[in-house]
């Protein structure tokens, strides 16, 4: 790990595509990815599956610590088990936004997400990559769009899933989750005053990669 390896923050809220944004900067430029929301999700697993209670917050700082968490070619484990899927249920959601609240999960969590600061490069996504994890990143982006857009990409993904879904509970949940998100104490999602703004409300996934892959050229050319 080096602090000279380069680091592309990119934060925003829920269903913002910024996950889909981040890893098609990450494959253009050849760059290793972190989805740090995932880390979260596997706490939350890992807690539903030994019966940890979300009050409990000495036994989920300790699963937190030893998570046993690996990635690869697009597959998410938890030990030995393949979670890429078990980590999205609306259980592990609403999990994750209660332990990402307590500070001392946050912290154990801080190496794991370091450590993926490898040559030649790293797109970092989640809620506070340029305020926390990478504050020196050299490119930070906050991704944002309307809750009605986000709730509509969203009602489309579980569509496609065959998940029966309401619009006006979507907008209603997101809007719950942001407030969340930017109310808490600690590690807020906020937009930063040095993170580009990405409104991707009347923009496809397209364009918004080649918007971030534009600012980074301009970065790159001008050192
Ligand atoms: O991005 P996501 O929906 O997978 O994130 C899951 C939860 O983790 C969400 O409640 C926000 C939280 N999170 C966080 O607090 N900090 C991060 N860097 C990433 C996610």
């Not at 982006?141 to 065959?162: C, D, H, N, P, W």
């Not at 029966?164 to 209603?172: F, G």
């Not at 005053?193 to 080649?210: H, I, K, M, Q, S």
Request: charged share 25%; with cysteine.
């Amino acid at each position: 790990m080096s602090a000279a390896t380069p680091v592309i923050a990119i934060d925003g809220p829920s269903a913002s595509g910024k996950g889909t944004v981040a890893q098609r900067v990450a494959a253009a430029l050849g760059w290793h990815y972190l989805d740090s929301g995932a880390l979260y999700r596997l706490v939350a697993l890992a807690a539903l599956r030994a019966g940890v209670d979300w009050t409990d917050m000495g036994r989920l700082v300790g699963l937190a610590e030893r998570l046993d968490a690996r990635f690869a070619a697009g597959e998410i484990f938890l030990g030995r088990d393949r979670v890429t899927d078990a980590i999205r249920t609306e259980e592990c959601s609403t999990g994750a936004s209660r332990v990402a609240g307590v500070p001392e999960v946050r912290a154990a969590l801080l190496a794991k997400q370091r450590a993926f600061r490898q040559p030649p490069g790293l797109v970092a996504e989640g809620r506070d990559m340029g305020s926390i994890v990478f504050p020196d990143a050299g490119l930070k982006v906050f991704l944002t769009a309307s809750a009605e857009v986000r709730a509509e990409r969203r009602l489309k993904q579980l569509i496609e899933k065959g998940i029966p879904a309401n619009i006006q509970t979507l907008v209603r949940d997101l809007r719950e989750r942001d407030a969340r998100d930017a109310e808490r104490p600690v590690a807020p999602l906020r937009q930063l005053p040095d993170a580009r703004l990405l409104d991707t409300t009347t923009l496809g996934v397209d364009e918004a990669v080649a918007q971030v892959l534009a600012w980074q050229g301009e970065r790159a050319s001008s050192r």
